[in-house]
């Protein structure tokens, strides 16, 4: 990290007690060394991973800039291991001015084994701080072991594109939305998608138009089908739609949504040209003759909008994507808050699905 010292302690065959007393310890001899430096206490991440790509998750967690967790635990899944190993990693910044103060992050690597995930919580609560908020995270899957921390968590952190069948990725959020609350990743790369729709009806002369929606189409990666789904279920959950589920129909899956006026049509197409993950492009129609589609593109959406009375125009939001690391820093802020619209979207979500 840029900037910054690192004071590090490892060992081999430890214990979670172990681990958290020699934390404690480097801490109290960097703050003797400099009093400015203090434990930053706001959020602990748990991360549960494979061993082997533990490096590719901490590249990412690496650029999350700001967002970045005060005391971050990954627990390192690697077959066949039978006792923990452990490095523990204080880092503060390289200098600090008279009279600031230099925020240390704290970050625990635990080597475990596959027969330990049934048990992780006892491996995990001695060393998250306690009183803070805990958010869970599982990129590799590993479901047995966020179970056994929901407990302890009050938010976990999931990716309904990881899994190979949206339904399962939808039904599995929704379960855990049960437990604690939920920050899904797909949902927040629809945000700036979001965004741009309701200001797009935001004015109260346009408001009525939201009623009359004939069409909606969303073109997707094809992995990001779940992303999709999310996004129209954000605009059944918030126009009060009656969904049923999507069948497949010519490259692509529809259905009717009920709405208290019409009913609107609804296509979710993949788009093979699309090279990361999420949406690629969306169009709504109106029975009042409006027609609004946005396109990713380069810098931004692409916005084009036209009504019948022969208004068209075109122009670029800037700067609407926030790229990978983005997206997981904002998963990381998303916990510490609260979005009241993403589970009603999820369960509207789940109803297209089957």
């Given at each position: 990290m840029p900037g910054t010292i690192d004071t590090v302690w490892t060992a081999r065959d430890t214990t979670p007690a172990g681990i958290e007393a020699a934390l404690?310890?480097?801490r109290g001899d960097?703050?003797?060394?400099?009093?400015?430096?203090?434990?930053?206490?706001?959020?602990?991440?748990?991360?549960?991973?494979?061993?082997a790509y533990s490096g590719e998750i901490a590249n990412r967690l690496r650029r999350v800039g700001r967002y970045h967790p005060s005391r971050t635990i990954v627990c390192a899944v690697e077959p066949g291991r039978e006792q923990l190993?452990?490095?523990?990693?204080?880092?503060?910044?390289?200098?600090?001015?008279?009279?600031?103060?230099?925020?240390?992050?704290?970050?625990?690597?635990?080597?475990?084994?596959?027969?330990?995930?049934?048990?992780?919580?006892?491996?995990?609560d001695p060393l998250v701080v306690p009183d803070l908020t805990t958010a869970v995270w599982a990129p590799h899957g590993h479901n047995e072991g966020v179970d056994s921390l929901l407990h302890l968590a009050q938010a976990v952190l999931v990716d309904s594109v990881d899994e190979a069948d949206p339904r399962d990725a939808l039904l599995r959020a929704c379960k855990l939305s049960g437990e604690a609350y939920v920050v899904d990743l797909?949902?927040?790369?629809?945000?700036?998608?979001?965004e741009r729709v309701a200001a797009t009806f935001d004015p109260p002369k346009l408001r009525s138009d939201l009623r009359v929606l004939s069409a909606v189409t969303v073109r997707h990666h094809p992995e990001s089908e779940a992303a999709a789904m999310l996004f129209v279920g954000w605009l059944a959950s918030r126009l009060g739609w009656e969904v049923g589920r999507l069948t497949p129909r010519a490259n692509g899956l529809e259905l009717s949504a009920h709405t208290r006026r019409q009913d609107a049509r609804v296509r979710l197409e993949?788009?093979?040209?699309?090279?990361?993950?999420?949406?690629?492009?969306?169009?709504?129609?109106?029975?009042?003759g409006r027609w609004l589609s946005l396109e990713r593109g380069p810098g931004g959406l692409r916005a084009h909008y036209r009504?019948?009375?022969?208004?068209?125009?075109?122009?670029?939001?800037?700067?609407?994507?926030?790229?990978?690391?983005?997206?997981?820093?904002?998963?990381?802020?998303?916990?510490?808050?609260?979005?009241?619209?993403?589970?009603?979207?999820?369960r509207a979500a789940e109803r297209m699905a089957g």
């Open positions: 404690r310890r480097a960097v703050h003797r060394e400099n009093a400015s430096y203090v434990p930053a206490r706001v959020l602990n991440l748990v991360c549960v991973v494979d061993k190993d452990a490095v523990a990693t204080i880092a503060a910044p390289s200098e600090v001015g008279h009279g600031e103060i230099g925020l240390l992050r704290e970050t625990v690597v635990v080597d475990v084994g596959p027969k330990h995930l049934s048990r992780l919580d006892r491996i995990v797909a949902w927040l790369r629809s945000t700036p998608w979001r993949p788009d093979e040209a699309l090279q990361v993950r999420g949406l690629a492009g969306i169009v709504l129609e109106t029975a009042s009504h019948r009375r022969g208004i068209d125009r075109t122009w670029t939001i800037l700067g609407a994507s926030r790229g990978e690391a983005g997206i997981l820093g904002e998963g990381i802020r998303q916990a510490l808050l609260r979005d009241p619209t993403y589970t009603p979207a999820l």
